[in-house]
Structure formats: structure tokens, C-alpha cells
């Protein structure tokens, strides 16, 4: 701090001192004392946030290095429309070839082979939630979504808050419509509830893929994995499995027996027994690997979900990991983090503000202003829609990633939390944990009973005039 001020570090030291802070040359300050020493030597600290990632980039895969790699889907619909079911069908029933006997672990994810050969990996914690919850932390795992409709009921509040979360991740949408083995199922009004949103599925004349199933009788369900697989298709998924990997943790818990165990997901490269393995905060000799049915593996390549024991501690769901070539990097990086995650617990502004548009937009650096919208009925839902997105401009694209009836909810913190969005309610407030996660995540809502009102701030605020809230 000293040499990047130009003052001499006793300087430094006395300016703490005047704190109340007894510090050593060599000691580290956290963020708050290092913004108020440096404004008594007239100098303003921005944070920016140490990519570690970097110190640990790997070449580039070339194309010829790069294989197919199996889709990962995460299962997401409305409350008891059939999603845990769906889960459980594909875990239990034996649609994998020349295997016997059904996944008797929960471990967070599980693979599956269709009778061609073709696997699937498949995110074991349905819903939207945990599926934005993990983007949030950046972690960008799933491929795809299989949305689940109950055919006995219609598209609900949180079926398009799934579509919304899919949408935002920008990835393809296959529809499982479901519980067809009901009397009451009617599967053609939910298709046409999807035809009303845009939405046009494959027998509407559109692009989308929906299967009609029962997760209960496995009707279908065959037919919606092919329909998924051939979806993914598309995509070109591919990784390079010869080179150290990396991944992403799904879930992680301490057994008493065998110490911490951690499923993550392969991604990139091949992970084996005997590789240390840096997730999170941390570090490890990966002593051993089982696989969804509890059999011991010793390597698992790209789209592989595996659980893996030998890490000093439970990392988080949506921590990333990578393999190293000595325990001792892997260990250092790890501190590091810790140390960081300290010292940055004051800093930058991480998601936008309504404030801090203006600036951005004058700085060049930002493009797309994200707004979640909700309020109490459709008819101001729909006129602010319009108006916000005639503020557009050739500098700036507004877009409202979603938008709906009802208060805001956690999930839409973590919607715009994941997609870098602000939040505006219209009569409505945040409900239940909304604004604590908000105030952690540093996601700006703001709430308004005039519309008036709530178009002239955007409008402000992409001026760059609005007054700064007191
Ligand atoms: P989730 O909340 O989306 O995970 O829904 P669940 O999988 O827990 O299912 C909710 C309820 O619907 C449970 O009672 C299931 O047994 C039932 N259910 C799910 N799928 C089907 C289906 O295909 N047919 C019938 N008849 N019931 C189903």
C-alpha cells in the first residue's frame, strides 16, 4: 500500500495507530481500514476482486483434444407437478443398459445410460431455486432444463419462474408434461398455455420439445430422455477428458465414518484417486471415489458425478474445483482464499444499482440493463413491461428476464443475483427472507405504487440524474 501510495509505510503505520490500530509492517489490513487509510493520504481504493482463477489457467483445449461429453440436466416446474418423481423414476427403473439393479445412493447427481449407449447426467436437487442458487455462485453446471407440467393442472406461478430461470441461463427448455395417467390430464391445454406465453412446443408447430409422460407409470419417460438427447445434440457438448480436471461441487456433508464427502461433477479433464483437489476453501488427496451406486471408482471423466472423499472440509454447492499438480499449490490457493473472503467482506458494489447505472452506461461498459419485475396485478405488470422497454436505447437494451404476479421471493434475489439484474415491485414488497438475501447479495429492489414514478427512475438512472437515495 505504501509503495502504490508513495509514502513512506511508517507513515502508514502511524495513520493506523491513530485508528486504534496496532499493526506490523507485514501485517494485512482488511478492506474497511485500507479505504480509510488511504483517504487521509487523499487517495480512493477500488476493489476489485482477485481472479484466483487465473493464477491456475490452463491452456486452451485445442479441437482435436475435445470429445463429446454427456448432457447434465437439472429438473425444475411448479410445486408437485411430478419433479422429485421424475427423479426418482430415472434413478429407480433400469433404464441403464446391462446394469442391474437401481441407484440406491443420493449423492446430489446421478448418471444414466440409455439403452443406445448415450448418458445423461442428471442434477439431483430439483427446482429452480437450487438451479439459480448454484449460477449465483457462478457456477454454470446444467445444459439444460426439463421444465415438468402437471397435465391435471395448468401452467402455475413458479412453471414460469422455472422457464424465466431456464431462459435467463440461456439454456434450451424440454417439456415433461406429466401425470397423463390421470382421468382429469389434458395435456393440450397446458400446450396451449405454453403456445400463449410463445412458448411453441414441436405439436404446436414450434421448435420446443415437450413429452407427454406419467412419473408415476414411466410412460414416456424413455421418450423424453431420447427427446433431451436429441436436443442436446445440438449443443455439441464436448470436453477434453486427458488433462487434470475440473469441475463443480454439487453437495457436500461430513460423514461420521468416512470424513468429509463431496459430490462434485466432472466438467473438464479426468479425476482419479490420488490427485489433490482444490474446492472452495478446500484442499485434498482425493483418498477415494464412489459413484451414484456406492461402487468404488478410480477415475471419472467429463459429465461424470461422483463423490469423493479426502478433502479437509465441506465446500459449498457451486464451488468450482480443479486438480493440482502438488498438494502444497493446492493448499496455498486455498488459504489464499480464505484470507481474501476476509479481507473483502467490505468492497465494490457487486451487482448493479439503480444508482450506479448511469455511470456504467457512461464508462461504455454496460450494454444490457436486467429487470425482474413483479406487482400485484397484470394489467401494471404489462403497461411497465412496455414502457421500461421503450427506454431502450442504442446504448442500452432493457430487458425484463422476468416478470410476474406476487411479492418478491427469494428466488427472484437469486434470479437477479445470478443474472446481474435490479428488481422492481409494483404494490408489492419482498416476502419472507427476500430482503435479507437481498442486503447479502447486494441486489437493489425497488419498490413503487406510481407508475409514473417507476418509469421516470429507470429513466433517470439510464441518464445518468438520479438523485442518490438517503
Ligand atoms: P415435486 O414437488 O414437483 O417434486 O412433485 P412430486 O414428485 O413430489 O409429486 C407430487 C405428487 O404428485 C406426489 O403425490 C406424486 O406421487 C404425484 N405424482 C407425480 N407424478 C405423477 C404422475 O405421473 N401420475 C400421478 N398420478 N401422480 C403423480
Known sequence: MATMMDVPVTKIISACMSLGMMVTMNQRLDAETLSIVAEEFGFEVEFVTADLEESFERVADTEEELTPRAPIITVMGHVDHGKTSLLDYIRKENVIAGESGGITQHIGAYGVKLDNGQKIAFLDTPGHEAFTAMRARGAQVTDLAIIVVAADDAIM?????????????????????????KPTANPEKIKEGLAQMNLLVEDWGGKIQSQ?????????????????????????????????????????????????????????GTLRVGDYVLAGKHSGKVRAMQD?????????????????????????AGDKFNVFL???????????????????????????????????????????LNIILKGDVDGSVEALTDSFQNLSTEEIQVNIIHKAVGPITESDVLLA??????????????MGNARQIADKEEIDIRTYSIIYDAINDLKDAMEGMLSPVM
Not at 424413455?222 to 445434440?233: D, I, N, Q, S, T
Not at 463431496?262 to 473438464?268: A, K, P
Not at 443475483?417 to 419482498?430: H, L, M, Q
Request: glycine share 8%; net charge neutral; no cysteine.
Open 157 to 181: 406461478p413458479q412453471t414460469k419462474e422455472a422457464i424465466s430461470h431456464a431462459q435467463a441461463a440461456g439454456i434450451p427448455i424440454v417439456f415433461a408434461i406429466n401425470k397423463i395417467d
Open 212 to 268: 407427454d409422460i406419467s412419473a408415476k407409470t414411466g410412460t414416456g419417460v424413455k421418450e423424453l430422455l431420447e427427446k433431451v438427447l436429441l436436443e442436446a445434440e445440438l449443443l455439441e457438448l464436448k470436453a477434453n477428458p486427458n488433462r487434470m480436471a475440473n469441475g463443480t461441487v454439487v453437495e457436500a456433508f461430513l460423514d461420521k465414518g468416512r470424513g468429509y464427502v463431496s459430490t462434485v461433477l466432472v466438467q473438464g
Open 292 to 316: 451414484e451406486r456406492g461402487k468404488n471408482i478410480k477415475e471419472a471423466g467429463p459429465s461424470t458425478p461422483v463423490s469423493v472423499l479426502g478433502l479437509d472440509g465441506a465446500p459449498q
Open 417 to 430: 443475483s445470478a443474472s446481474d439484474a435490479i428488481i422492481i415491485g409494483f404494490n408489492v414488497r419482498p
Open 326 to 368: 502438488d498438494e502444497r499449490e493446492a493448499k496455498t490457493i486455498a488459504t489464499k482464499r480464505t484470507q481474501l473472503q476476509r479481507e473483502q467482506s467490505v468492497r465494490t458494489q457487486r451487482h448493479i444499482t439503480l444508482d450506479e447505472i448511469g455511470r456504467r452506461i457512461a464508462l461504455g461498459e454496460f450494454k444490457e
